[in-house]
């Protein structure tokens, strides 16, 4: 068996998808998706001239940049482009020269994107409320309403 295909062969069919499916989503920089994947530019030179490669990254670039893909990859770009930007949130978040005002707006931003929104999750007397009207004839109905809460990690009914 020649090197190259040795090379290729001990990277399973998952991992060589996961690596075209990266490279295609175009997130991070080649050099990050290459260390995160344990792959050294040797052996990528071999495998980025792998035939069986060369067809996974097209087929995983094809579906990336399909149109029906469009909100997923702005979500995913997104995405990153937040996580990249906190640990300057957090300087700034403790930086005494920053003003009260700003501080306080970037909380509220930081604890809307950990889920901790003040209607939702983690924030005390949240929940969701819920109705079930029946209609019974024309004067007539049977009316329920009930709130949903968090209750150490589980849904409880009030």
């Known amino acids: 068996m020649p090197q190259n295909a040795v090379a290729v062969k001990q990277f399973t069919e998952v991992t060589l998808v996961k690596l075209a499916r990266e490279i295609?989503?175009?997130?991070?920089?080649?050099?990050?998706?290459?260390?995160?994947?344990?792959?050294d530019q040797d052996t990528w030179s071999i495998i980025r001239n792998h035939s069986r490669f060369k067809q996974l990254l097209e087929t995983e670039t094809s579906n990336w940049s399909s149109a029906i893909n469009t909100?997923?990859?702005?979500?995913?770009?997104?995405?990153?482009?937040?996580e990249e930007w906190l640990p300057e949130a957090y300087t700034r978040l403790h930086d005494p020269g920053e003003t009260l005002n700003s501080k306080t707006e970037l909380g509220k931003l930081v604890r809307d994107l950990a889920g901790f929104?003040?209607?939702?999750?983690?924030?005390?007397?949240?929940?969701?409320?819920?109705?079930?009207?029946?209609?019974?004839?024309?004067?007539?109905?049977?009316?329920f309403e009930k709130e949903s809460r968090l209750v150490e990690g589980s849904l409880a009914s009030n």
């Open 24 to 39: 295609a989503m175009n997130v991070s920089p080649l050099e990050n998706v290459l260390e995160n994947n344990g792959i």
């Open 117 to 143: 929104s003040k209607n939702g999750v983690g924030v005390e007397g949240g929940g969701e409320k819920f109705s079930v009207t029946i209609n019974l004839g024309a004067d007539s109905q049977l009316k």
């Open 71 to 82: 909100q997923e990859r702005v979500k995913l770009k997104a995405a990153a482009m937040i």
